[in-house]
């Protein structure tokens, strides 16, 4: 089993940043994926960024509407992943939820992912 711990949510104003961790701990793996997600009030649950890795390197894949703006990191000895956030916009706001999958590649849908985290509060005020 995987636990996952996210951290960093919190109330900004437009325009700044914020950055999320998520701490992965128990089983862990030499390759994977781990992501994140947002679910805003009233929507479906979806897609920011991963990340995979394997002995081949690393990939990582953004959502259009935050490319250019957030960047999906990993830090293999601390078994962590951050999400740095700028230029925030309003319209960024939702519960952000950490995942992780076995797999290597590109895959968008929540049902690809096999461990979740409880979520993280982003408020960005106009």
């Known amino acids: 089993q995987v636990q996952l711990q996210e951290s960093g949510g919190g109330l900004v104003q437009a325009g700044g940043s914020l950055r999320l961790s998520c701490a992965a701990s128990?089983?862990?793996?030499?390759?994977?994926?781990m992501g994140w997600f947002r679910q805003a009030p009233g929507k479906e649950r979806e897609f920011i960024a991963h990340?995979?890795?394997?002995?081949?390197?690393?990939?990582?894949y953004y959502a259009d509407s935050v490319k250019g703006r957030f960047t999906i990191s990993r830090d293999n000895a601390k078994n962590t992943v951050y999400l740095q956030m700028n230029s925030l916009k309003p319209e960024d706001t939702a519960v952000y939820y950490c995942?992780?999958?076995?797999?290597?590649?590109?895959?968008?849908?929540?049902?690809?992912?096999?461990?979740w985290g409880q979520g993280t509060q982003v408020t960005v005020s106009s």
């Open positions: 995942a992780a999958a076995q797999w290597v590649g590109r895959r968008y849908a929540t049902t690809e992912y096999e461990y």
């Open positions: 990340i995979s890795w394997s002995w081949s390197g690393r990939n990582a």
């Open positions: 128990g089983r862990t793996f030499s390759s994977g994926t």
